[in-house]
């Protein structure tokens, strides 16, 4: 399944150029390539677990479609009658991409990270969930239309599905409507396991959702705030954050540096905030010197970008240092206990000359850092030779 779904991506992206299609519309296939690699990974390691065979699945439905349009529009386009069954071939383009879109919202979510139900109540979500998947990709099959592939007529559409009116309409809104209320209970389901989750399934658990709120994050920064990037900028980030949730689903399946996550987290925070903080503090001081030395001198905009940079510069590692102290203050409280209660102690050894005192408070150091079981000091008594 792996090599056809390379073998598949290699073929659209060559048909692609003759097609003189978008390549911006072909980036997706990056995360395509990721997927196969990652489903394969994890199916052959652990062959009993779905998830692999979920992810490759998704990975082979998408390449499937996209590999129908560009062999569709290269055989009854860019040059007539040269591939066989270019129309027939065609259909991929109208349905493959459903099959793979539910493994993924919906599916996934069910059976991570071990490849069972939450229990056994959440298994008429997952017969919903099929059943939705059947009828969706049904009605994909059947749909007349030829907007998917530039006006190319799906072979296999039944145009009298037009003349139905309102119960076309209706299928074509209350069929994705189920789509969206599965994928809703799948995310129920993987937010409930989050939540019960403890010990080595709280942190697979961590690294999906780490790669799902970086995700999602995209969207919503996109979406909801309005905030514009150049299309190379949004395909790419796009491409990131996704290929950032497989190899998420990799590490966490295969139990491989799962405790990593912790460092990965304390580092996104902490440069996202120094970033910004450094962003703003950039701009608006190019724009506060600028207006400053445009009244003195009347030039002052390379003055004030280079004044600016060397502020930034200079600022650096104060602010770096500021920011993780902050995250650490807010959400690693326990480092952060852990390094201050350290650093007492490093102060005070420094003065303490008394032993006994010196073992007690090396003692309670240690269970405030380490937090173990039990703790004990033993000292070696010193030979009569020294």
């Not at 779905?50 to 082979?60: E, K, N, S, T």
């Not at 939540?195 to 790669?211: N, P, T």
Request: glycine share 8%; proline share 5%; aromatic share 10%.
């Amino acid at each position: 399944m792996c090599g056809l779904t390379l073998v598949l991506i290699a073929c659209a992206l060559v048909l692609a150029v003759p097609n003189r299609y978008p390549v911006s519309d072909l980036y997706f296939l990056m995360t395509e390539v990721s997927a196969a690699l990652v489903g394969a990974l994890i199916a052959s390691r652990q062959p009993r677990n779905p998830v692999g065979w979920f992810i490759i699945g998704h990975a082979l439905c998408f390449t499937l479609g996209e590999f129908g349009r560009q062999y569709a529009i290269f055989g009854v386009l860019t040059s007539p009658g040269s591939l066989p069954l270019a129309g027939a071939v065609a259909s991929l383009a109208y349905w493959a991409w459903f099959p793979g879109l539910m493994l993924m919202i919906a599916f996934l979510p069910l059976y991570f990270p071990d490849g069972r139900l939450l229990s056994p109540r959440w298994r008429p979500v997952a017969g919903i969930t099929v059943f939705v998947a059947v009828l969706l990709t049904a009605l994909a099959v059947v749909r007349p239309g030829g907007y998917e592939t530039r006006g190319i007529p799906n072979p296999l559409g039944i145009e009298s599905l037009n003349d139905l009116g309102f119960l076309s309409g209706a299928l074509e809104v209350l069929l994705p409507g189920l789509g969206v209320l599965v994928g809703l209970l799948a995310v129920g389901s993987l937010v409930a396991r989050f939540w019960r989750s403890r010990g080595v399934e709280r942190q697979q658990m961590k690294w999906f959702v780490y790669a799902a709120v970086l995700f999602i994050s995209l969207a919503v920064l996109k979406q909801i705030l309005g905030v514009r990037v150049p299309p190379i900028v949004d395909e790419i980030s796009f491409v990131v954050t996704l290929q950032a949730l497989w190899v998420a689903i990799g590490f966490s399946v295969l139990n491989y540096r799962l405790y990593d996550v912790d460092v990965v987290v304390n580092r996104t925070l902490v440069y996202t905030g120094f970033t910004t903080v450094l962003a703003l503090l950039y701009f608006g001081s190019i724009a506060l010197l600028q207006a400053v030395l445009i009244v003195l001198t009347g030039q002052g905009a390379q003055l004030a970008v280079v004044a600016s940079t060397l502020l930034i510069a200079a600022l650096f590692n104060p602010i770096r240092h500021r920011t993780q102290n902050l995250v650490d203050r807010r959400f690693y409280r326990g480092k952060y206990d852990a390094e201050r209660v350290l650093a007492v102690f490093s102060d005070k050894l420094r003065d303490e000359t008394d032993l006994d005192r010196l073992s007690e408070d090396l003692l309670v150091v240690v269970r405030e850092t380490v937090q173990p079981e039990h703790a004990s000091l033993w000292l070696r008594a010193r030979s009569r030779r020294t």
